[in-house]
């Protein structure tokens, strides 16, 4: 089965590694860009994701690039405590959770691609302009020997173009929120979608805060300021590298083009945060030790009634794009790799049996295959991230921050006196249920790993 990844960022990795781990091995990624270089800032990998990588040999690897958070602690703009709770392994979950440094990671799963499928399995330079569906039963589909046929224009360090096409099986489109897959299918759709805040994302290394480990929240959903350690405690003389986002209503002047590389000078950030000197953490004095400062809107995308079009299929932040509200992008695209990865194996294993019984593959067979795969995946993880995308637009487990605001926007002597502990309990468990990272669902749900595949490609 031969199948082409557009997009190699943290999802279009993690599914190269899932596909190859499900047995599949004619797998070549695209990427846009010329050069993979370690862009963005901090991220946060959730329990079920650090389960599948786990289950693709990649725990140790991946824990020696992160720290696994010992709490997430909510706060108000005061500094006061509104909800803290275990994360992790510390939560009861079998697998932890992990902040990374995005770019250090997407080379991490870029390298582990190299090593695995082969070191031309990512080719550079090429974006994807457009995929073509053939009827499997088509005289050219059967000429060319596959149905879905890919468009990619390579351009070289001198700026010249060149168009070329892939056929393929599977055409996966992991492009990212600007997906040029989603924008074929649904050409009126326009850009992403904004909320009207700014997020500032840096790091920094500042003064240990708290036990070193811990994720902090505090504000409301008018403004907010999250960090947590990228580096373990222990460093140098109790200073910590620590990812912050600072999110605020968009002053004046800023717009909402979505680019990640778009840095920007702290003066005015800090300003906006210079009432924010909590006993434990000095935020306007983070965001003055910020190494570089990138703004980013607060976008997403509303959800899609299909992500399926042949044999070609969305996964990541091109089928769901959603605000950080939760951590949970990065995670949800792994899984979508993970799941479809799963399914194709199952209905390859399928198609070995029925193909070894009849004595020979039908013609059309491995089509019908993928498109009962694609479709199993699609009714697994279209719902899913579907929800949780409404979830982020009600401000997901951060919720809990807006509570306190509305009933209490000068602060209180104690949150118990303005949230009762049972409707906190609940915001937070209604996330982990609706994310699929509830302890007790996670650590028993079945491994997306197939079943050993006696059909594995060479
Ligand atoms: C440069 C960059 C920095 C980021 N920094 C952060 C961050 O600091 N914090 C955070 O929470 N999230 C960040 N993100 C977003 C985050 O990585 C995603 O939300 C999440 O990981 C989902 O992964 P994804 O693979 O769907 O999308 P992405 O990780 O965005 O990957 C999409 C990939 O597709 C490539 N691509 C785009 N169009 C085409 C095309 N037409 N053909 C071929 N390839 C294409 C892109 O170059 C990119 O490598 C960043 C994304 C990028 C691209």
Not at 87 to 101: C, E, I, M, N, T
Not at 384 to 401: D, F, H, I
Request: negative net charge; glycine residues 10%.
């Amino acid at each position: 089965m031969k199948i082409v990844i557009a997009g190699a960022g943290i999802g279009g990795l993690a599914a190269a590694l899932s596909l190859h781990r499900a047995g599949f091995r004619d797998v070549t990624v695209y990427e846009r860009v010329r050069e993979l270089r370690p862009l963005g800032v901090g991220i946060n990998l959730l329990p079920h994701a650090v389960r599948e990588l786990t289950e693709l040999g990649l725990a140790d690897a991946v824990a020696s690039i992160g720290v696994p958070p010992s709490r997430l602690s909510y706060y108000n703009r005061f500094g006061q405590p509104i909800w803290s709770e275990p994360r992790g392994l510390d939560a009861g979950y079998r697998w932890p959770q992990l902040s990374v440094h995005r770019g250090e990671f997407q080379l991490l799963l870029a390298r582990e691609v190299e090593r695995r499928l082969g070191p031309d399995t990512i080719r550079l330079g090429c974006e994807l302009i457009g995929v073509e569906h053939l009827d499997p039963a088509s005289p050219e589909a059967r000429a060319a020997g596959h149905a879905e046929f890919a468009r990619f224009l390579r351009k070289d360090a001198d700026g010249r173009t060149e168009e070329f096409e892939v056929a393929a099986d599977v055409v996966i489109g992991a492009d990212g929120i600007h997906s040029a897959m989603r924008a074929q299918a649904y050409p009126e759709e326009g850009g992403p979608v904004w909320n009207g805040l700014i997020l500032w994302r840096g790091t920094a290394t500042v003064p240990t805060y708290l036990d070193g480990r811990t994720m902090i929240m505090a504000g409301d959903g008018e403004q907010k300021f999250v960090s947590y350690p990228l580096v373990a405690p222990g460093g140098a003389e109790g200073a910590t590298r620590l990812n912050f986002i600072a999110e605020r209503r968009a002053p004046e002047g800023v717009d909402e083009t979505a680019d990640w590389n778009h840095a920007v000078d702290p003066g005015p950030i800090e300003e906006l945060f210079a009432e924010w000197r909590f006993d434990w953490l000095d935020v306007p004095g983070v965001i003055a030790a910020a190494d570089e400062i990138l703004e980013y809107p607060m976008v997403d995308r509303d959800a899609l009634p299909q992500w399926t079009f042949g044999g070609s299929t969305l996964i990541g932040d091109a089928a769901h794009a959603m605000y950080p509200n939760g951590s949970n992008g990065a995670s949800q695209a792994i899984i979508d790799g993970r799941t479809l990865a799963f399914h194709l194996a199952n209905e390859a294993a399928e198609l070995g049996a029925a193909a070894a019984q009849a004595g020979a593959a039908s013609d059309t067979g491995i089509a019908t295959a993928v498109r009962a795969a694609l479709a199993a995946y699609e009714a697994d993880r279209r719902p899913a991230t579907a929800r949780l995308l409404e979830m982020t637009r009600q401000l997901g487990p951060e919720k809990v921050m807006q509570l306190a605001y509305d009933r209490a926007p000068q602060g209180f002597a104690d949150i118990h006196d303005v949230i009762p502990a049972e409707e906190l309990q609940e915001v937070a468990d209604g996330y982990k249920r609706t994310a699929g990272f509830h302890p007790a669902a996670l650590n028993e749900r079945a491994s997306l790993t197939p079943d050993s595949a006696p059909w594995m490609e060479d």
